[in-house]
């Protein structure tokens, strides 16, 4: 069974600090790997993964795949109070047809 | 910008009803999706359909069913509402053959609450 596993569940930090977001997997056929930021509403695309060792970067949030070890991380530097959220891994195998299957999430709270 | 849209942000329902659950995508993509969301569980795939008239089965399908008569409309009806299906419904859309290429976009969501 396909299996796709985020940690932590929860995490609490405070402005300015920097965090790392972990998800690990374990699907065949493995085909990309995807993360979202969830904040109230609809979970908003970040990152895309297909090959391992690229960075993917947007402003303070980087990621990256390891497809031999079978994870990846994003990192967040400088974090801010609008980084409060539910980050969301997601993974794409070819035997699910088109679907996502998704990790537990980590709730992200960024104190003042 | 792709948009997705749900059609009730919240709903309360009663046990035994029949609950219609819709969604609207306006980017001409061949694949949609349902997901339910439960803390502590993420989220799950109830359904999802590649084609009009096409529909698959996701990992949690019992107590619903959905339909897809248009490109782009994709409903997810409980047949008979029950209180284990209160949750937060999501849908989304992508590309088909693509999604490996491009995320897949949802809407914001539909909370239900079955009384």
């Known amino acids: 069974e396909d299996k796709v596993v985020q940690s932590p569940l929860s995490l609490v930090v405070h402005e300015g600090d920097t965090v790392t977001l972990n998800c690990s997997y374990e699907v065949t056929n493995f085909r990309s790997l995807l993360w979202y930021k969830q904040e109230k509403k609809a979970p908003t695309f970040l990152f895309m993964l297909t090959s391992s060792g690229i960075e993917k970067k947007s402003g303070r949030l980087s990621s990256i795949l390891d497809k031999k070890e079978l994870f990846s991380i994003l990192n967040i530097t400088a974090t801010q109070t609008g980084d409060s959220a539910i980050y969301l891994c997601a993974v794409l195998n070819s035997n699910s047809g088109y679907a996502l299957n998704f990790g537990k999430g980590t709730s992200l709270l960024v104190t003042p | 910008d792709v948009k997705v849209t749900q059609s009730s942000r919240y709903l309360v329902k009663r046990t035994g009803e029949k609950v219609f659950l819709e969604c609207v995508q306006d980017m001409d993509h061949e694949n949609m999706f349902w997901y339910r969301q439960d803390p502590g569980l993420g989220l799950r795939l109830i359904y999802f359909s590649y084609d009009v008239k096409m529909k698959e089965k996701g990992d949690i399908p019992e107590g619903y069913s959905v339909s897809r008569e248009k490109k782009e409309r994709f409903s997810l009806i409980l047949e008979s509402a029950s209180t284990n299906q209160t949750s937060m419904y999501l849908c989304?859309?992508?590309?088909?053959?693509?999604?490996?290429?491009?995320?897949?976009?949802f809407g914001n969501g539909t909370r239900l609450t079955v009384t």
């Open positions: 989304a859309s992508g590309l088909r053959g693509r999604t490996y290429n491009s995320p897949l976009h």
